[in-house]
């Protein structure tokens, strides 16, 4: 008792003053996860901007962009962008969409502020390791956006940075002298930032839980934001080191990815002996863990927001805890299976295959636990719910291709094609955010203390939802009539009748994202005029609903919350006439 | 609303499928021997896997049309049998779904991958460079003359760095920048890469390798139809990576033979 009150007073600080401390330097996990937030929604309204430019580029390549002179004049002489352009846009746009949306909204954002007050704390278990990740992940993102400005351009060489495209420097084209350079060293930083983060995930999550609050009792967020957080400590260290070595082999002569003899521009290159399948593994021992870094915590989300809406427990509350960990666990044995064609030994193929094909098991478990928990539900339709909803189609649609491309004997013919983009669009990019933007409906009056409009949040969902059907189902069709990837212009002569299928997706991208400006207005809008909301506005039980909207500073005023159910309880008769019982309520839940 | 959401997602799911089933856009001509055991595994799939996809996506517009139901005298129910029934359905089916396409998989991966290239193939060695692929036959020796990449001198036109003024074997070799083969014959190509990653990509023989700088990497095929169709690459390799492709002639055993003597005569 004595150790807990003195370990509860080394997490304690005064509520800060200054509008520094107060707003930018701060240490309170809530206003770092609202920075987190905003970084992230800056960079997805980058991002989409950057996918609006490659849309209209791939349906109508001569056509004029207005202003995109203004952004670079070598890339895109009279608004038309150049090939290599093009393919500068593409690797911004994954790029950013991976690390800083992908990363930090579902994660970094929700996590930081709602893991603490989900689990009865006051802060993270570091407030100042806290503040610090933030900052460097914005460090990071201000060097990426510096790549825009340099001379020759952000880096082509895609998201994935293959080497030694990436790693011999700029004889190999443009974008991959300095781009390439600030690239490497912001995802270096990136990677920093994310290691202090998953650190104090962890930390807060073991040491900082209130009195009651078992880890059976943590709400499914928290269960995916913790295990994220694990997956995350050990991804991102080894990117981390993966992109030291390829910095080095940019600017200090060593040749860690580059095997000698290689000619580019008609120059020997200076360097022998690396290899460039150890990038590859190295890449692809975070990347395919990242997939899942960007989809539990929208899982997680997702299995905490529906049963407020079913007004029924989720189904199987242990198996899509396991399911969730069996997933972070299998996320370490897959990597291989981006690299069926790369010219590694062909017998590891199936060795990668099968722990691949193993997975969807756990994601199917957790998929029909999802559906199943809607059954006999009393729905609530409000635009958390409906997005809720929409992301169970779309992880469906999404995991389905899985199926094709977890197949060595298909890859062969599936491989770098449309399908694949098809394939990883719907299952991390917009799954994942169906889960933030759920999780924005939601926790918005928390963060707040205003309600989001419904009938424009419900507008956003439709136009959205149909939307993304309309952009990426159709580069199933795409893959499947062999369109590759990664091209600026579709020449050859295969690919030439597949155009106006490129068109009509570029009609839709630019009409769905037209739609996330609703969001962005209502968000901004809602912010200042929206209905001041109560504190349990949809009748939750977690504890972030038993604290004022927005929660003071040390989140409970000064209460030390003591829990006393799970977070289930919903369809139930409280003893004061709701069908909810909160999980800092002493009343005993009636055996279900 | 519950009952528009469930109209929405039947709706999308028909047409989604609907394209699928017709092969509105679906797979070129198979012109391979390893090709139909490939297109027979993405056939099965594609039937496996929509299956769940239509029932996936049914199954939850059902329940979210049947959960809108406004009664106020409606009970709350919860799934029949839990949670278990369920857990055990998934691993038992899709366990069964994950061995048997990993077991009739392996085969159509070995058959392309695993298997030795037959003793009588033909031997082509094939260099990527940004943004070309460059095809080299032995010649009548049937030797193949060393490599040198400091030799390499793409102005006059000898892309894989040979040395005939030293090299005997490398003075007959024919360097092309189209693949002609002949129809039926055992093809057994070395991939290698000049500069950077690169991928030798024929949709109509169901072929896809990368070329990994620093690793020469064999592929074999057996073409089983003539025609001339088109190589692309799918490596992302630099600016002119979209427009990176060759062809590939598949001609008639005399109508090759007349080809390559036209070469030699060169």
Redesign the interface.
Known sequence: MHETSASHAAHQHSAPTSFIRKHVFSLDHKVIGKQYYGLALLAVFIGMGLSWLMRIHLGWPAWPIPLLDKLSAVGAPQGVMTPEYYLSLMTMHGTIMVFFVLTNAPFAAFGNYFLPIQIGAEDMAFPRFNMMSFWTTFVAFCVMMAAFFVSDGPPISGWTAYAPLSAVGGDAGPGLAMGQNLWGISIAIFCIGSLLGALNFIATTLDLRTKGMSLARMPYSSWAWFVTSVISLLAFAVLLPACILLVLDRVAGTSFFIPGGLILSDKMQPHSGGSVLLWQHLFWFFGHPEVYIAILPSIGIVSHILPVFTRKPLLGPRAAVGCMIAIGFLSYMVWGHHMFLSGMNPFSATLFSVPTLIITIPATILTLLLIASVYGAKLRFTSASLFCLGFISVFISGGISGFFLAQPSIDIYLHATYFVVAHFHFVMAVASLFGVFAGTYFWFPKMTGRMMNEALGKWHFWLTFIGVYAIFMPMHYLGLAGNVRRYSAFVDDYLIPLIPVHKFITVAALLTGAAQFIFLFNLIWSRFKGPIASENPWEATSLEWSTTSPPPFDNFGGKHMVVYNGPNEYGVQSSDGHDYIMQTSPEKAPAS | ??KL?AV??TV?TIV?VA??VMH?????IDISTTGP??DH??EE??T???L??LG??L??GL??W???NKNPA?K????PG???P??A???IL??I??LT??FV??K??GA???APPAENSLHIDVQA??FAFYFRYAGPDGQFGGIH??K?D?GNGNYFGLDPANDVAARDDVVVGSLVVPVNRPILLTLHS????H?F?V?VL?????F????L?PVHFTATQTGKF?I????????????M?AYIEVMSEPDYETWLKGQEGQ
């Not at chain 2, 692309?232 to 427009?243: D, R, S």
Request: glycine share 12%; net charge negative.
């Open positions: 609303m519950g959401f929405v997602v999308i989604s394209f699928f509105t856009w679906w797979m070129p055991a490939i595994q993405l799939t594609m496996g896997s929509g769940l996809f996936g996506q199954l939850l329940f979210v049947q959960s809108s409606r709350i129910k919860t799934f839990g949670a278990n369920l857990v359905a998934a691993i899709v366990g779904e994950v396409l990993t998989g392996s159509a991966w392309v991958n695993l460079e940004q990449p400091d390499i793409d000049k500069d950077v990653g991928s990509y949709p169901r072929i896809q390798q990368d990994v700088p620093g690793l990497i088109e692309v690459c799918t490596q992302l390799c630099g600016l002119g990576h979209y427009n492709k």
